[in-house]
């Protein structure tokens, strides 16, 4: 009996001690996975810098040759972009072991990504693809009919997709299935909805995807190069190699590049000019007021000095300001919310896709914040409202048959012939 009790205090003491030692264990915070110290403090930050700036000139690179070629090509691009942000994102909560005793569930995951995929493409460019196969009177009607029942096609495929999910629950995994299943909601939401504001600037025209692309570009190369370099005043707790040396600093080089690259970009027109079809051709137009330059005359000590009397500026320029202003301030949260999330996950990147900058997902945080107010800001300061002629004619190929825009054409014809004889 002796035996037992003493039996039983020794177990109870170990346990105590071992309940004592876990709650002075200190849990590694994820700060030291992002790095705790500042760039300027940084032993390896040569090393790191001349990785970094490898891939950047590769991704640059790429980017540039992607945009020369044209809308589709930036479209496809974007798709690719998609399906790489998934993948990492559908990895972040996967665990190996439930995966083994539920075959096919990951391809559920892509189910839902392609079926999210043709609802949002087939309604973004659905448009496009009818003024593309127009002349062709199969492939319009084919394709009208194709777009008309779109939506309810998609709906069953996702019905489908429910089905599946319903069917595959197991006893004693429910709780992970139902994690997976909210997960890749959450995921499609985040993706697709700042993809389709992507493309739609897109085929606003170029210039409405590269401009604000490009000044989030910008603002992340030279917040790095000035906290490289300068950084001494930490900015967030969230990413503890941002200060307020090279949030400040980017900042400054980002409102300038805007003016200047809104002047550079603005007198291309197959940037400019907006994408009505599927086609790979440059385009021509009429670029509009906001692209044509306005000139001002200079004072004179300032032609005294230098030998410009007078300058010209795109009034886009102005709109540019406001974009630079937005990538500057706001648009990094985008990339702080990323900090925030991979703490909670106890992860340094999404992924390591890119050398010296982690994942897809890594670079595309900002982004997404910028391509929803690019889109917004064009469509509530640019564009102009009411009803036009392309509007109508867009509403008349999408909606009536070919014999119905017949039957239009002829009614239409006999107005116009009583209202000149009248």
């Known amino acids: 009996m002796e035996k037992e009790n003493n039996i039983a205090f020794s177990s109870a003491a170990t346990t105590r001690v071992r309940q004592r030692r876990r709650s002075n264990e200190v849990i590694p915070e994820p700060i030291k996975a992002n790095g705790g110290t500042l760039l300027v403090d940084d032993r390896n930050k040569y090393k790191s810098m001349w990785i970094r700036t490898y891939s950047t000139v590769w991704m640059i ?63 973004l460019l659905s448009q496009p693809l009818i003024n593309s196969v127009t002349p062709d009177k199969f492939l319009y009607q084919f394709f009208s009919s194709l777009i008309k029942y779109q939506m309810a096609i998609c709906y069953f495929l996702y019905i489908a997709g429910f089905m599946w999910f319903i069917l595959t629950l197991k006893k004693n995994m429910y709780k992970y299935q139902f994690r997976q299943y909210a997960w890749t909601h959450m995921i499609l939401i985040v993706v ?90 440059w385009l021509q137009c009429d670029p509009g007021p906001l692209f044509k330059p306005e000139y001002y005359t200079l004072p004179g000590w300032i032609h005294q000095l230098f030998p410009w009397k007078e300058i010209s500026i795109l009034p886009v320029q102005w709109h540019a300001l406001c974009l630079g202003l937005f990538a500057s301030i706001i648009a990094p949260f985008g990339g702080f919310f990323a900090s925030g999330f991979k703490r909670a996950f106890k992860i340094k990147d999404f992924g390591d896709s890119i050398p010296g900058h982690g994942g897809i997902t890594d670079r595309m945080d900002c982004q997404m914040v910028m391509a929803v107010f690019a889109y917004i800001y064009h469509q509530s300061f640019i564009v102009r409202q009411g009803i036009s002629v392309e509007m109508i004619l867009d509403q008349i190929l999408t909606n009536l048959t070919f014999e119905e825009q017949q039957t239009l054409l002829l009614k239409l014809g006999q107005i116009l012939q009583e209202r000149l004889g009248a």
């Open 61 to 123: 690179g790429g980017f540039a040759l992607t945009v020369y070629m044209g809308h589709l090509y930036i479209t496809a691009m974007v798709v690719v972009i998609q399906i790489f942000m998934a993948r990492e994102l559908f990895n972040l909560l996967r665990k190996a072991h439930e995966d083994k005793h539920l075959p096919g569930f990951r391809l559920l995951n892509w189910h839902f990504f392609f079926t999210a995929m043709l609802f949002v493409y087939g309604r």
């Open 192 to 281: 697709f909805t700042q993809s389709s504001f992507t493309v739609a600037n897109i085929f606003e025209g170029i210039f409405w995807f590269l401009l604000p692309a490009s000044l989030i570009v910008i603002n992340d190369i030279f917040a790095y190069i000035v906290g490289f370099f300068f950084g001494k005043t930490p900015l967030i707790k969230l990413s503890p190699k941002k200060t307020w040396e090279g949030f400040i600093g980017a900042s400054v080089t980002t409102m300038i590049s805007a003016f200047l690259l809104a002047n550079i970009l603005g007198r291309f027109q197959w940037l400019t000019c907006p994408r009505k079809d599927l086609s790979t051709g």
